[in-house]
């Protein structure tokens, strides 16, 4: 087996894949290695499809991909028994109770009986269905099935939890569990997860790298961390008095500075600029400082530039 | 782990090999099917015939009840080609309703849950998947068939004597591959009926109207057109006339043996292309 710790999660090289003559995915160039990567694109845009060609569902028409280290067509065997998948649609069986569900998708995963007893109890009980595993599935609710979905995916203990959709359908409690479940089992350090969601919160919550497609292409990749830091160096701020010229003394020590409507400007700073600079000369001109915080890219916003360009 | 310290651990004992895994949802399949009161009765129904050839076989050769009850040795029929014959064709119609009654509920509910990403997102495959499911009426069947049938056989050549066995091995060997082979052909069919026809009931009388529909059209056609053709279509005539040949019986059938294996080839071609379709991960929706 490859080392987990030294290869990249996800390696894609020129991967394609064609439903007759409907290319899905086009080309796609990448290595992921984040403990948390979020995949995000509009509908249609190849996110499901690239999900489901990691499990071995579609056919690869051209290039390859490597899960793990382990080459999606060449060895789909184990990198199926090193991934766990929850579905973004219903998808359990009505007429089992949970616990009996999940021990079998255990056993299937290769777990011996006993131990997929065990474990199916353990992860229910993590999920917080404890309460609720001798229940039948079909008596669940909405939320306790995206759970049940989650505990079936966890049961054998992947190396690579995908996540289609997980919080869809929930209310903003069941919401926030998921969001906490998923925060635990990245900093178990366990596991690495992708994560697919039209809710660009929970990606923003949770990822530490994200992949945009659309149309079947990656059109941004972003490390969030990164970005993060980077935006650092953009600040905004609000004054109240003559702020005559202020624009022009900004740029004379080195901001990149523009005005963004009356007594609001914007402003890049130069690499090793303190912020007292500004309040040095905003006190110098008897200019109060009504607002100053650092501008950051939302994901949204790297989310729609990616869209548009 | 304990049950309650609820932290995320993976899991690092050892796995399972990987071809057996077929038998788990065979296993799962067996603990739902048996929660029904109405199959294990007419499961007990099923075995009602051959019990009774049994006690037959043994009163044939028992002189003792046969004085008692004045019964002439001669009279009785003879525990002969035609006897396993007409067991075929009893057993095989039992089959042919326990297929009925627990074929449809075996791959349509997984379709309609949306269960098969599941299946196949583990080290599972497509055919380990219909191997599982089949296992289960294979078992159910072999339960009121062959096996049953071959009992009637050993206990035919213990009362009659072994060499009885020797010289009539043709009539076991015939009883377990007719029989298997009608089993094998229900379930395909039934497991096919089960992908494509996600309502329960429905399935279950499109598995009788299959047989009822080839026989009457097998017969309008034969009729009409003044032709055997007809029976090509027809399962029923194909098995008897399958079985009357592994067992060496005429059965009077007018179909050639070879059209009848034609027919099976035939018809378990269809059942594995149509379940091909179906058992699969995803449906690309155009």
Avoid at chain 1, 250 to 269: F, H, Q, S, V
Wanted: glycine share 8%; charged share 20%.
């Amino acid at each position: 087996m490859a080392d987990t710790a030294q290869v990249p999660v996800i390696e894609l090289q020129g991967l394609g894949v064609r439903f007759g003559k409907r290319q899905i995915l086009n080309d796609l160039n990448i290595s992921l290695s984040g403990r948390m990567v979020g995949l995000l694109g509009p509908n249609g845009a190849g996110k499901s499809t690239l999900i489901q060609t990691l499990l071995g569902f579609c056919p690869v028409s051209s290039g390859t991909a490597r899960v793990l280290g382990h080459d999606i067509c060449a060895d789909a065997k184990m990198v199926r028994s090193l991934v766990g998948y929850m579905p973004e649609n219903d998808a359990l069986i009505a007429n089992m109770t949970a616990v009996s569900f999940v021990r079998m998708m255990g056993e299937l995963s290769g777990l011996p009986s006993e131990a997929a007893l065990e474990r199916a109890h353990e992860v229910l009980f993590y999920v917080g269905l404890g309460e609720a595993r001798y229940r039948k599935l079909g008596e669940y609710s909405l939320g306790m099935k995206q759970l049940a979905k989650l505990a079936q995916a966890i049961v054998h203990g992947p190396k690579l939890l995908i996540l289609d959709e997980p919080s869809n359908g929930l209310d903003p409690p069941a919401r926030q569990r998921m969001i906490r479940l998923i925060h635990e089992m990245k900093d178990s350090g366990e596991m690495h997860l992708l994560l697919c969601s039209h809710l660009l919160r929970d990606v923003e919550e949770t990822c530490e790298e994200v992949l945009i497609l659309k149309k079947g292409t990656i059109v941004h990749h972003a490390n969030l961390e990164e970005e993060r830091r980077a935006n650092k160096r953009f600040v905004e701020i609000e004054t109240s008095g003559n702020d005559e010229g202020l624009c022009d003394e900004l740029e004379r020590i080195g901001c990149d500075c523009a005005t963004a409507g009356p007594g609001r400007y914007k402003m890049t700073l130069p690499a090793g600029f303190e912020l007292k600079e500004i309040y040095r000369m905003a006190a110098n001109r008897d200019l109060q400082l009504r607002r100053l915080n650092y501008r950051r890219d939302t994901l949204e916003d790297i989310f729609m530039k990616a869209m548009a360009d | 782990m304990a049950v309650y310290k609820r932290t995320y651990t993976g899991y690092s004992g050892p796995t399972t090999v990987s071809w057996p895994r077929f038998f788990i949802l065979t296993r799962y399949s067996f603990g739902r099917l048996f929660q029904s009161r109405f199959l294990v009765i007419f499961l007990a129904v099923c075995l009602f015939y051959p019990i009774g050839c049994a006690g037959f076989i043994y009163l044939s050769h028992n002189v003792k009840y046969l004085t008692m009850l004045r019964i002439p040795a001669g009279q009785l029929t003879q525990v002969d080609t035609r006897f396993f014959y007409y067991f075929c064709n009893v057993q095989g119609a039992m089959a042919y309703l326990l297929t009925a009654l627990v074929g449809p509920s075996l791959i349509s509910p997984d379709l309609v849950n949306g269960a098969m990403p599941l299946y196949f997102c583990r080290p599972f495959t497509r055919f380990q998947y219909v191997a599982g499911k089949m296992c289960v009426l294979l078992l159910l069947l072999s339960l009121v068939t062959w096996i049953p049938g071959l009992l009637l056989f050993i206990i035919e050549s213990s009362v009659t004597g072994w060499d009885w066995g020797w010289d009539h091995f043709w009539i076991g060997s015939g009883l377990v591959v007719g029989l298997l082979v009608w089993d094998f052909v229900l379930s395909l069919i039934a497991l096919a009926t089960s992908a494509w026809v996600k309502w329960r009931i429905a399935a279950g009388a499109l598995v009788l109207g299959l047989f009822f529909a080839g026989r009457g059209f097998g017969s309008a056609i034969n009729s009409v057109l003044r032709t055997n053709n007809g029976s090509l279509i027809d399962l029923v005539e194909t098995a008897h006339t399958i079985w009357a040949s592994l067992l060496r019986y005429d059965s009077g059938t007018e179909m050639s043996v070879i059209d009848a294996w034609i027919v099976i080839g035939v018809t378990s071609g269809a059942c594995v292309f149509l379940l091909s379709r179906r058992v699969k991960a995803f449906e690309v929706v155009r």
